[in-house]
């Protein structure tokens, strides 16, 4: 993982493509579909809407997380379970969608998941 969750890892084929309605799969299956999508350099991130999975919320995703895209079956792959995912502090569009505080609650909660804190090499 990159050490800002905020980025896209290197490899990921992300750039001029539209993910919107790609399916995300956790490692442990399917979370929902990407509804919104940025690919900014240091702000990048999927609001994926999880339909039924969590009551029909949507989720906030820093990029980082995203391991592989297929473009082919329109998937994104993120490496953290349903439950961490579902753990993720509450997303609400109209008040963090761009709020750096809740970037920052989630950059916690997602590399609080990894050894000490730190990506894997």
């Known amino acids: 993982m990159t050490e800002n969750v905020w980025a896209y890892r290197a490899g990921?084929?992300?750039?001029?493509?539209d993910l919107t309605g790609y399916g995300v799969e956790a490692v442990d299956g399917g979370i929902g579909k990407v509804d919104k999508h940025s690919d900014e350099v240091t702000?990048?991130?999927?609001?994926?809407?999880?339909?039924v999975w969590i009551l029909g919320k949507e989720v906030l995703l820093p990029a980082g997380l995203v391991t592989s895209i297929?473009?082919?079956?329109?998937?994104?792959?993120?490496?953290r379970t349903k439950e961490q995912i579902k753990a993720a502090p509450e997303f609400r569009r109209d008040e963090h969608l761009g709020n750096p505080d809740h970037h920052g609650a989630l950059s916690t909660h997602y590399l609080s998941h990894l050894p000490f804190g730190l990506p894997p090499a």
């Open 43 to 51: 702000d990048a991130y999927l609001v994926v809407d999880t339909g």
């Open 70 to 79: 297929d473009h082919a079956a329109q998937k994104v792959y993120v490496d």
């Open 12 to 17: 990921v084929e992300y750039l001029a493509a």
